[in-house]
Protein backbone atom coordinates (compact mmCIF):
# COMPACT_ATOMS: atom_id res chain seq x y z
CA UNK A 1 0.00 0.00 0.00
CA UNK A 2 1.18 3.63 -0.57
CA UNK A 3 2.45 5.49 2.83
CA UNK A 4 -0.06 8.40 3.56
CA UNK A 5 1.04 11.52 5.02
CA UNK A 6 -0.96 11.61 7.99
CA UNK A 7 0.64 14.68 9.46
CA UNK A 8 -0.24 16.65 6.22
CA UNK A 9 -3.41 15.33 6.41
CA UNK A 10 -4.12 16.24 9.65
CA UNK A 11 -3.28 19.63 8.64
CA UNK A 12 -5.33 19.57 5.66
CA UNK A 13 -8.61 18.18 7.57
CA UNK A 14 -9.56 19.63 10.75
CA UNK A 15 -11.96 18.89 12.99
CA UNK A 16 -15.10 20.64 11.81
CA UNK A 17 -14.66 19.28 8.53
CA UNK A 18 -14.43 15.64 9.82
CA UNK A 19 -17.96 16.69 12.33
CA UNK A 20 -19.45 17.73 8.98
CA UNK A 21 -18.30 14.81 7.16
CA UNK A 22 -19.94 12.49 9.77
CA UNK A 23 -23.03 14.79 10.12
CA UNK A 24 -22.50 15.23 13.81
CA UNK A 25 -24.36 18.06 15.77
CA UNK A 26 -23.44 19.50 18.69
CA UNK A 27 -25.66 20.09 21.76
CA UNK A 28 -24.09 23.15 23.19
CA UNK A 29 -21.32 25.09 22.07
CA UNK A 30 -18.91 26.90 24.18
CA UNK A 31 -16.12 29.06 22.62
CA UNK A 32 -14.37 26.10 20.55
CA UNK A 33 -15.56 23.26 22.73
CA UNK A 34 -18.35 21.83 21.09
CA UNK A 35 -20.67 19.15 23.38
CA UNK A 36 -23.41 16.33 22.42
CA UNK A 37 -23.79 12.73 21.92
CA UNK A 38 -21.42 10.44 20.99
CA UNK A 39 -20.85 9.48 17.24
CA UNK A 40 -19.11 6.39 18.32
CA UNK A 41 -20.72 4.57 21.09
CA UNK A 42 -24.06 5.68 19.35
CA UNK A 43 -25.66 7.96 22.51
CA UNK A 44 -29.50 7.68 21.20
CA UNK A 45 -30.34 11.62 23.61
CA UNK A 46 -29.61 14.02 21.12
CA UNK A 47 -29.18 16.64 24.64
CA UNK A 48 -26.46 14.18 25.32
CA UNK A 49 -23.14 15.65 26.33
CA UNK A 50 -21.09 12.98 27.15
CA UNK A 51 -18.99 13.37 23.48
CA UNK A 52 -16.57 16.64 23.85
CA UNK A 53 -14.69 18.26 21.21
CA UNK A 54 -12.17 20.52 21.48
CA UNK A 55 -11.93 22.60 17.54
CA UNK A 56 -8.89 24.85 17.69
CA UNK A 57 -6.87 21.84 19.45
CA UNK A 58 -8.34 18.64 16.84
CA UNK A 59 -9.18 16.69 20.16
CA UNK A 60 -12.00 14.78 21.09
CA UNK A 61 -13.16 12.60 23.82
CA UNK A 62 -15.86 11.07 25.58
CA UNK A 63 -17.01 10.48 28.83
CA UNK A 64 -19.12 7.63 28.30
CA UNK A 65 -16.72 5.01 25.94
CA UNK A 66 -13.53 6.72 26.89
CA UNK A 67 -12.57 6.85 23.53
CA UNK A 68 -10.64 9.93 22.56
CA UNK A 69 -7.67 10.92 20.02
CA UNK A 70 -7.60 13.89 16.90
CA UNK A 71 -9.77 13.86 14.02
CA UNK A 72 -8.24 11.08 11.91
CA UNK A 73 -8.82 9.12 15.15
CA UNK A 74 -12.59 10.01 15.61
CA UNK A 75 -13.14 9.18 11.32
CA UNK A 76 -11.51 5.82 12.02
CA UNK A 77 -13.36 4.83 15.25
CA UNK A 78 -16.83 6.31 13.50
CA UNK A 79 -16.66 4.58 10.00
CA UNK A 80 -14.92 1.27 11.86
CA UNK A 81 -11.70 1.45 8.95
CA UNK A 82 -7.67 0.93 9.89
CA UNK A 83 -5.92 4.28 9.59
CA UNK A 84 -4.65 3.59 5.56
CA UNK A 85 -8.54 3.19 4.70
CA UNK A 86 -10.03 5.54 7.01
CA UNK A 87 -7.66 8.34 5.49
CA UNK A 88 -8.35 7.42 2.13
CA UNK A 89 -11.96 7.64 2.36
CA UNK A 90 -12.07 11.05 4.65
CA UNK A 91 -10.04 12.54 1.63
CA UNK A 92 -12.94 11.29 -0.55
CA UNK A 93 -15.81 12.21 1.31
CA UNK A 94 -14.34 15.82 1.82
CA UNK A 95 -12.80 16.15 -1.45
CA UNK A 96 -9.37 16.67 -0.65
CA UNK A 97 -6.16 14.96 -2.85
CA UNK A 98 -4.77 11.65 -0.43
CA UNK A 99 -1.37 13.49 1.03
CA UNK A 100 1.04 10.56 -0.07
CA UNK A 101 4.06 10.18 0.87
CA UNK A 102 6.93 9.87 -1.47
CA UNK A 103 6.52 10.81 -5.34
CA UNK A 104 3.93 10.03 -7.85
CA UNK A 105 6.32 6.93 -9.44
CA UNK A 106 6.76 5.38 -6.11
CA UNK A 107 3.44 4.49 -4.71
CA UNK A 108 2.51 2.62 -7.79
CA UNK A 109 5.61 0.97 -7.86
CA UNK A 110 6.74 2.05 -11.14
CA UNK A 111 10.12 2.75 -10.04
CA UNK A 112 10.71 -0.86 -8.72
CA UNK A 113 8.51 -2.93 -11.24
CA UNK A 114 9.63 -3.59 -15.16
CA UNK A 115 7.19 -5.45 -17.29
CA UNK A 116 8.37 -8.89 -19.03
CA UNK A 117 7.97 -6.97 -22.20
CA UNK A 118 11.14 -4.78 -21.25
CA UNK A 119 13.23 -8.16 -20.24
CA UNK A 120 14.34 -9.98 -23.17
CA UNK A 121 16.91 -13.02 -23.06
CA UNK A 122 19.10 -11.13 -25.62
CA UNK A 123 19.10 -7.94 -23.18
CA UNK A 124 22.48 -6.22 -23.84
CA UNK A 125 24.09 -5.84 -20.50
CA UNK A 126 23.29 -6.65 -16.91
CA UNK A 127 20.03 -5.53 -15.83
CA UNK A 128 20.27 -3.03 -13.22
CA UNK A 129 19.64 -3.32 -9.95
CA UNK A 130 16.42 -2.63 -8.18
CA UNK A 131 16.34 0.43 -5.99
CA UNK A 132 18.23 0.33 -2.91
CA UNK A 133 15.07 1.83 -0.99
CA UNK A 134 13.39 -1.42 -1.28
CA UNK A 135 14.44 -3.95 1.70
CA UNK A 136 12.81 -7.05 0.43
CA UNK A 137 11.78 -8.05 -3.25
CA UNK A 138 11.36 -11.35 -4.77
CA UNK A 139 11.79 -12.51 -8.52
CA UNK A 140 8.41 -13.08 -9.70
CA UNK A 141 10.21 -15.86 -12.18
CA UNK A 142 13.50 -17.29 -11.37
CA UNK A 143 13.69 -20.16 -14.05
CA UNK A 144 16.66 -18.44 -15.91
CA UNK A 145 18.74 -17.18 -13.19
CA UNK A 146 20.29 -14.63 -15.07
CA UNK A 147 17.23 -12.85 -16.62
CA UNK A 148 15.50 -11.82 -12.89
CA UNK A 149 13.94 -9.02 -14.35
CA UNK A 150 10.32 -8.85 -12.83
CA UNK A 151 10.46 -8.01 -9.48
CA UNK A 152 7.92 -7.94 -6.58
CA UNK A 153 7.98 -5.58 -4.27
Known sequence: MPG????????????????????????????SELRGPCPIHGSNNPRSRTF???VSGNRF?????????????????VTKLDVHRAAIELCRRVGVPVPFSGNPGQRRGA???????????????????????????????????????VWRV
Not at 61 to 77: K, R, S, T, V
Not at 116 to 137: D, F, H, L, Y
Request: aromatic share 6%; proline share 8%; net charge positive.
Open 4 to 31: IDYSELKRRIGMPVVLDALQWKPSVRRG
Open 52 to 54: VVD
Open 61 to 77: HCFGCEAGGNQLDLFME
Open 111 to 149: SQRRSTSQCTKNQRGTIPPPPESVKAMTPLFSENKEDKC
